[in-house]
């Protein structure tokens, strides 16, 4: 029987926030570096849509000092599935795959865990903040 330290557990979950974080920081570059292009390949005015695409961004990277996840819930996406683990966080992130990495924090799914209670957990595996 082996048995899983704390120290594995943590590791664990700090190597899946790292990823979260590397996919944020790719995606911000890439909004950033798209207003640009947005700007001059639509009809509308550039200098107004270069704005539009740079205050999305903003707004997307514009995290302050809070963190990008702050929970796990390990639980299936479709009833009867198998549970999976899905950080949940205040922006969403997909990685390079557009596979998600964290789950925004209003999304039906991230919703659904949050109502889970301990008397009727419905399908959630663990919730972990």
């Known amino acids: 029987m082996s048995t899983i330290?704390?120290?594995?557990?943590?590791?664990?979950?700090?190597?899946?926030?790292?990823?979260?974080?590397d996919c944020y920081a790719a995606r911000l570059?890439?909004?950033?570096?798209t207003?640009?292009?947005?700007?001059s390949a639509?009809?509308?005015?550039?200098?107004?849509?270069r704005v539009e695409?740079?205050?999305r961004a903003a707004a997307y990277g514009g995290l302050g000092d809070?963190?990008?996840?702050?929970?796990?819930?390990?639980?299936p996406e479709e009833p009867g599935a198998e549970p999976r683990p899905w950080y949940i966080g205040r922006r969403g992130v997909r990685d390079a795959s557009?596979?998600?990495v964290v789950l925004l924090w209003t999304s039906p799914?991230?919703?659904?865990?949050?109502?889970?209670?301990?008397e009727d957990p419905g399908e959630v595996v663990l919730r972990r903040q």
């Open 35 to 39: 207003s640009a292009a947005m700007a």
């Open 5 to 21: 330290t704390r120290a594995e557990i943590l590791a664990v979950e700090q190597k899946a926030v790292d990823h979260a974080y």
């Open 53 to 55: 695409a740079e205050a």
């Open 29 to 33: 570059a890439e909004m950033d570096g």
């Open 98 to 100: 557009n596979e998600p």
């Open 109 to 118: 799914l991230a919703k659904r865990w949050a109502q889970a209670l301990p």
């Open 66 to 75: 809070q963190a990008l996840v702050f929970a796990r819930v390990d639980a």
């Open 42 to 49: 639509t009809g509308k005015d550039g200098i107004a849509n």
